[in-house]
T-cell receptor, first 114, second 112 residues
């Protein structure tokens, strides 16, 4: 059973470009979470999605960031018009349906904005 | 607002020593608590999950305890090995059981 997959593993964007980060959950998991780890800071929750639904986006910046989890295909975290402060490691986690299950993390995408 | 604190921030021990990592949280109304390991430049590996109704969980040389009333959890590592060197993260599941709130971690170095 493959774990949570994220791609790309490393992404370099110039200021003003768009970044698209993809996450494929573990087989049988229908819940996806995105977290961001800024340098010298802890991981911060961004958004929680189920298929075709955003359940909790309380951690998402109000502008430039969006997330989706379509019926088919991976979950996408999209950052428009990236700025240097967006440079971070972005982690995706997945869990089975229902609250309180163990979350399994992917290897992360390291975004560098130049 | 829930806050999670891990002390110490860094710890160095010789191989073979037993050690305890501490995690405290400000709001006792949690759903669960999860301990992770993170190696440099890598993702997170889940070590142990404790539900709010449980007091402890064990896996191999690891034992995690939870005291909700005092807002504390400890991760006990027995007979430490150089391969245990990593950053250990504590994360609390919020009341809805969805978002995890993380501490900043304890970076452990075990010397041979």
């Amino acid at each position: 059973n493959a774990g949570v997959m994220q791609n790309p593993r490393h992404l370099v964007r110039r200021r003003g470009q768009e970044a698209r980060l993809r996450c494929s959950p573990m087989k049988g998991h229908s819940h996806v979470y995105w977290y961001r780890q800024l340098p010298e800071e802890g991981l911060k929750f961004m958004v929680y999605l189920q298929k075709e639904n955003i359940i909790d986006e309380s951690g998402m910046p109000k502008e430039r960031f969006s997330a989706e989890f379509p019926k088919e295909g991976p979950s996408i975290l999209r950052i428009q018009q990236v700025v240097r402060g967006d440079s971070a490691a972005y982690f995706c986690a997945s869990s089975p349906p229902g609250p309180g299950y163990e979350q399994y993390f992917g290897p992360g995408t390291r975004l560098t904005v130049t | 607002k829930q806050e999670v604190t891990q002390i110490p921030a860094a710890l160095s021990v010789p191989e073979g020593e037993n050690l305890v990592l501490n995690c405290s949280f400000t709001d006792s109304a949690i759903y669960n608590l999860q301990w992770f390991r993170q190696d440099p430049g890598k993702g997170l590996t889940s070590l142990l999950l404790i539900q709010s109704s449980q007091r402890e969980q064990t896996s191999g040389r690891l034992n995690a305890s939870l005291d909700k009333s005092s807002g504390r959890s400890t991760l006990y590592i027995a007979a430490s090995q150089p391969g245990d060197s990593a950053t250990y993260l504590c994360a609390v599941g919020d009341q809805a059981g969805t978002a995890l709130i993380f501490g900043k971690g304890t970076t452990l170095s075990v010397s041979s």
